[in-house]
């Protein structure tokens, strides 16, 4: 079986493309109304017609029909392509910001290393969809690694560990922003926005993480400083362990609820639960736990005995 060649087109050729093929599909859109009219017409004369006459337009009639499906199906199919076009206009158009930005982030790094009392420590979004970076010199970091034993009890009741999960992993970092009162500000302000929007965050210092969610962001002023002194807590997040086992196949036909019950449904954590396990028993997904529930840093592991709403 021969597989057709996809053409690589570059930008300037794609956007001509999405112009011409816009064009072919206004064209046979326009065609296809116009048969349509005509076909009207025809009809209208078909059904006062009688004999050879309205043999004639019959045929006629049938003709324009066709010929007005062809025209539809050449509309959906330029159409179509117009759609795909569009779509990896827009895709390469995202993929240049993010290069774009992420060349920036480089220059203003490479700007600031030789630079004294401005700090080394850094702080920027993963995904490249800004060119913002705050720069501030770390005091102390530290990297906290827990790991949950869950023991089974024996006969006599004396516990035995026979698994062991890597929790979360959390910086907790102090550190201090340099510059005028209003660079200060701007760069806490930009800490806090990144917080807000739960970013995923890079962390560059004397630790250095790419998968990082803010946890907390604190700030100290002191009249004997002129530096903004900060303490922040940024949790590695783990995106691989996030993936449920896929799709589920269903079989047989469905039938129509009409009275769905809307009551919330609420489970209590054991030792070990995650909302992985839990999107796994209760069909449903993580993303959507995360959101119906308080614990939303909580990736890896859940606090034992709290209540999860899972519907």
Excluded at 202 to 207: A, P
């Amino acid at each position: 079986m021969m597989v057709a060649k996809t053409t690589y087109l570059n930008t300037k050729q794609l956007k001509s493309a999405i112009k011409n093929n816009s064009l072919r599909a206004q064209h046979e859109g326009n065609r296809s109304y116009l048969i349509g009219v005509q076909t009207k017409v025809l009809q209208a004369k078909y059904d006062k017609a009688s004999g050879s006459d309205k043999a004639t337009l019959g045929r006629m009639i049938e003709t324009y029909k066709g010929s007005q499906k062809a025209h539809i199906a050449a509309h959906k199919k330029y159409a179509a392509k117009v759609k795909a076009e569009k779509a990896t206009l827009a895709k390469r158009s995202t993929a240049a910001k993010v290069q774009a930005n992420k060349n920036k982030i480089a220059g203003k790094i490479a700007n600031n290393k030789p630079k004294f009392n401005t700090g080394h420590m850094m702080l920027y979004r993963t995904d490249g969809k800004s060119s913002a970076i705050v720069f501030m010199s770390s005091v102390p970091e530290s990297e906290d690694n827990t790991v949950q034993v869950t023991p089974n009890a024996l006969p006599k009741g004396e516990p035995t560990a026979t698994h062991s999960q890597q929790t979360e992993k959390d910086i907790s970092i102090t550190a201090r922003i340099m510059g005028t009162d209003a660079q200060q500000r701007t760069a806490f302000n930009q800490l806090l926005k990144w917080k807000a929007e739960g970013c995923e965050m890079t962390y560059k210092g004397r630790i250095y993480y790419k998968h990082c969610l803010f946890t907390a962001l604190h700030r100290e002023y002191n009249k004997d400083e002129t530096a903004l002194t900060i303490t922040l807590g940024l949790q590695f997040i783990d995106w691989s362990e996030l993936k449920t086992s896929g799709k589920s196949v269903s079989s047989g036909t469905k039938s129509k609820t009409h009275n769905k019950s809307t009551a919330k449904k609420y489970v209590t954590t054991k030792l070990g639960t995650t909302y992985a396990s839990l999107a796994d028993d209760h069909n449903t997904t993580i993303a959507k736990l995360i959101s119906m529930n308080p614990y939303k840093s909580a990736v890896n592991v859940l606090p034992y005995g709290v209540k999860i709403r899972v519907s």
